[in-house]
């Protein structure tokens, strides 16, 4: 009798404005239906209009332009810190159909699209009514996760696990008597922990969450597989974090470390994540802090902002956690609020932000929306007068489809991020596609091995102009660097290709003068210095600015050149 009622206890909650109505009910989850295929168009558009690199994604994407999976053990080039198995199955990708655009973001796309599927599976054990349709609409057209799914960043892979993760938790919770799937979740750690960083604060969560209805069942049938699940969790991290993680993060520190007060020319690169890290040094400032976090972007679904942007949605989330307290599903809680309190642990000890930026808490996005929907059926449901209550349902339930519909037309007017992203694409596809087709193209870094620049090709928009030049240029492409000395003749020249940024901008990389005259005495001894062409492109976009010097040579006497020592 008593497993009677645990199970009954767990069903998907009926939250219909229209009381046990069936007919009402498939309406409802047909509705549903139709934002989960909004949902996938949406990703899938954006994806196909092949925005440009941004330089977020470049500095991740340029490590995997000559790197082989061995390379990405480690700290990882341009002071990234992404997770192993994400750089090892983007790396695969990119191995299997060429460094492109479009191959760089197919695995968040993947896994983008997945979370929409696995979203509203999630959603319906959970909810039924206007609490399933409002729930899987947010999710469907939110801004970040659909951003995040067509960027060559961890993101996404980071809301998908957390959603599977959470899936396999919550169909324990509503059948524990057969320990399948703890099974399940137990072989699915390591793996997850893996991909995404934040699935040890969604796995912990879990282990928590579970921990007392494992011990009031207290048999061995799900003791065992929440032990191993448990042991896999923490091997998985301790492992990753040896080979991975942790070495990423020892030369990264400079992440969550204070920023400085002096002019050193390193100094903006401190304090990145210090906004995302609770006040305890000066604890008056922590319930501002508390109140900015939870209302701001880590909130922001379907959309939002800072200072209180996305108070709606917490208020909403918050009547969700009411409605599971005082529903008897309380015992869920623990499943979802505890990877909350675990990021905020760790926003504390300054080994991970929290809130302030959508992305860094991506993983927190299921539950916020799983809760903000039936919240919002919930507060929709105290107004009184039933034909205004059906309007105001459907108006916001509309506002959620134009929200989706207008994504698209907005993706398709202004495919970019931003203009100086499009313009850097621009040239650099001119550059390597028009150029190269009357005269032999080569770059002085990755061709000549001239790093006349110290310190460049480290830091900045280095990373997009080597991402630039091995999806554009057809010989970088195929894999080869080494110029073809002996094409090059007075009617198809050589030009070399010296890329910098200018000296006002971080990392103040100056041209190394002895190495460029010798480089210059060496080539006008065997070719005619002919024409030298300087393109300054986002000049007025503080950040941004790239310089190009094409300088072009033809040969004097022999089409033979100079060796490349």
Not at 381 to 395: H, M, N, Q, W
Not at 429 to 455: I, M, N, Q
Request: aromatic residues 14%; charged residues 20%.
């Amino acid at each position: 009798m008593k497993t009677r009622f645990i199970q009954m206890n767990r069903e998907p909650l009926n939250l219909s404005l229209g009381g046990e109505n069936e007919k009402r009910l498939q309406k409802l989850a047909a509705a549903a239906r139709i934002f989960v295929i909004l949902g996938l168009l949406i990703r899938t558009v954006r994806y196909l209009l092949r925005f440009p690199l941004w330089p977020d994604e470049s500095f991740l994407a340029a490590g995997f332009i000559r790197s082989d999976f061995a390379d990405l053990l480690g700290a990882i080039d341009y002071h990234q810190v992404a997770p192993l198995f994400f750089l090892w199955a983007e790396l695969a990708v990119v191995k299997i159909l060429g460094f492109t655009e479009y191959s760089l973001r197919f695995f968040p796309l993947l896994c983008s699209l997945g979370s929409v599927f696995l979203f509203y599976h999630l959603a319906r054990r959970l909810w039924r009514g206007e609490a399933l349709l409002l729930a899987v609409a947010i999710f469907a057209v939110s801004y970040y996760p659909i951003r995040h799914g067509a960027e060559v960043k961890p993101y996404a892979v980071d809301l998908f696990v957390s959603l599977f993760l959470l899936t396999l938790a919550v169909g324990w919770w509503q059948k524990p008597g057969s320990s399948s799937r703890l099974w399940w979740l137990a072989a699915a750690t390591a793996p997850a922990i893996g991909f995404s960083f934040p699935a040890v604060f969604v796995g912990g969560g879990i282990s928590l969450g579970l921990l007392p209805a494992v011990l009031r069942r207290g048999r061995g049938k799900s003791v065992i597989p929440y032990l191993v699940f448990n042991l896999a969790l923490v091997g998985a991290f301790l492992t990753v974090y040896k080979i991975s993680t942790g070495p990423q993060y020892s030369t990264e520190s400079w992440l969550s470390s204070p920023p400085r007060k002096d002019a050193s020319s390193h100094g903006w690169q401190e304090g990145a994540w210090v906004k995302c890290f609770p006040p305890f040094e000066e604890p008056v400032k922590l319930p501002g802090w508390l109140i900015k976090t939870h209302t701001g972007r880590l909130f922001a679904y379907p959309n939002g902002g800072k200072h209180g942007g996305s108070a709606l949605t917490f208020i909403c989330f918050l009547a969700g956690v009411t409605i599971l307290y005082r529903r008897k599903r309380k015992s869920l809680l623990p499943i979802l609020l505890a990877p909350f309190a675990l990021g905020f642990i760790a926003a504390a000890l300054h080994r991970y932000p929290y809130g302030y930026s959508a992305r860094f808490n991506l993983y927190l996005a299921p539950i916020i929306c799983l809760l903000a929907g039936p919240g919002a059926a919930v507060l929709i449901s105290l107004i009184r007068p039933e034909k205004i209550r059906g309007a105001v349902f459907t108006v916001f339930v509309s506002l959620l489809a134009l929200m989706g519909m207008s994504i698209i037309v907005a993706d398709c007017v202004h495919p970019y991020k931003n203009e100086e992203d499009i313009a850097s694409r621009r040239f650099a596809r001119h550059l390597w596609k028009e150029e190269s087709r009357e005269a032999e193209l080569v770059c002085a870094y990755t061709d000549l091995g001239k790093d006349f620049f110290p310190g460049l090709f480290e830091w900045g928009n280095s990373a997009r102009y080597l991402c630039h030049q091995s999806i554009y240029s057809e010989n970088h492409r195929r894999g080869r660097h080494a110029p073809d000395w002996s094409s090059i003749t007075r009617d198809r020249p050589l030009k070399v290709v010296v890329f910098s940024i200018p000296e006002n901008l971080f990392p103040h990389a100056r041209r190394d003068e002895d190495t460029w005259d010798r480089w210059l005495k060496e080539m006008t001894t065997r070719y005619e210095l002919l024409d030298r062409e300087k393109h300054e492109i986002n000049q007025q976009v503080k950040g941004q600015h790239e310089t190009y010097e094409i300088y072009e040579f033809v040969p004097k006497i022999s089409p033979e050149g100079p060796g490349t020592d």
